[in-house]
């Protein structure tokens, strides 16, 4: 038998360097500017993340203030759960129940804030190309995706959702007790008027696209796993793009910022955070 050309140190390092320049479809852009298409309003000189997750997948960045967060669900079928932390003090966190509650409404649409516990923005949507979103399901787990699936670990062929978030937020010093009740883009759940549960899962049509805003400086985390409540038997979830740039600081006469005395109160405690 021919000996592993891994074998030895020299062989092991020389078989590494050949891989330094193999591309697979998904896998992070290093460095993002060197991107062959950046999104529109970006350049190779202002671009802070590119990467393609791939299904079953997850990624975590850390964003500044004013940095805008482009997803696209390329094929048709993304399910982004996402989590979000200040990320200067990351006991501070996206708050779904306030995000619906403080603008009286579930429905995600352009002008619409992520807000954190402190009643501050956090991220606000600026453009939407999906329209299918969902505020009230939340994650999967190992065991939700076993009962459906028949097996959910992290190290399998159905990774959930909720166990991704604990390997993307350990790069952060962040814990179980730190995953909180997330966001889903690109998956729609609407509630009837008798109290149903309407779901809009898809697949979509492929490209459709969100841009979000930081108002603050962040932590991002993003799962590409299957919906909770996606009934086909198949695991079925396709490829998710992030991209990422620098941009302004979200200035006083914003439109959406004074769109509703809500999201003028939203910001205000942002100005107030930011002047400690």
């Not at 950046?38 to 393609?52: N, Y």
């Not at 995600?108 to 999906?130: K, N, Q």
């Not at 006469?253 to 939203?266: F, G, K, T, V, Y």
Request: glycine share 10%.
């Amino acid at each position: 038998m021919t000996a592993s050309s891994t074998a030895d140190p020299k062989g092991a390092r020389a078989h590494a360097r050949a891989m330094g320049s193999i591309r697979v479809a998904a896998m992070p852009t290093v460095p993002a500017g060197s991107v062959a298409a950046p999104p529109a309003g970006a350049t190779a000189a202002t671009m802070l993340w590119e990467e393609t997750i791939a299904a079953g997948g997850y990624s975590a960045r850390e964003l500044g203030r004013g940095a805008r967060l482009r997803l696209e669900d390329i094929h048709g079928d993304a399910c982004a759960a996402m989590l979000v932390f200040n990320a200067e003090r990351p006991v501070e966190r996206l708050n779904i129940a306030d995000t619906v509650k403080v603008q009286w409404n579930a429905y995600l649409a352009p002008g619409s804030m992520l807000l954190s516990d402190m009643g501050r923005v956090l991220l606000t949507l600026i453009e939407d190309g999906a329209g299918t979103h969902d505020t009230f399901c939340g994650a999967s787990n190992a065991s939700s995706n076993a009962a459906r699936y028949g097996s959910g670990d992290n190290f399998g062929p159905h990774p959930n959702a909720r166990d991704r978030f604990l390997l993307a937020t350990a790069k952060f010093g962040l814990g179980r007790r730190d995953i909180h009740p997330c966001i889903t883009w690109f998956k729609g759940v609407r509630i009837g008027p008798e109290g149903e549960t309407g779901l809009e899962l898809g697949p979509f049509a492929p490209g459709r696209a969100i841009t979000l805003r930081a108002e603050m400086n962040i932590i991002v985390v993003v799962a590409n796993c299957p919906h909770p409540r996606d009934p086909r038997p198949a695991y079925s979830v396709s490829d998710l793009r992030a991209s990422a740039w620098r941009g302004p600081v979200t200035p006083p006469d914003d439109p959406l910022r004074n769109a509703s005395p809500e999201a003028q109160r939203a910001f205000l405690n942002v100005d107030e955070y930011f002047q400690r």
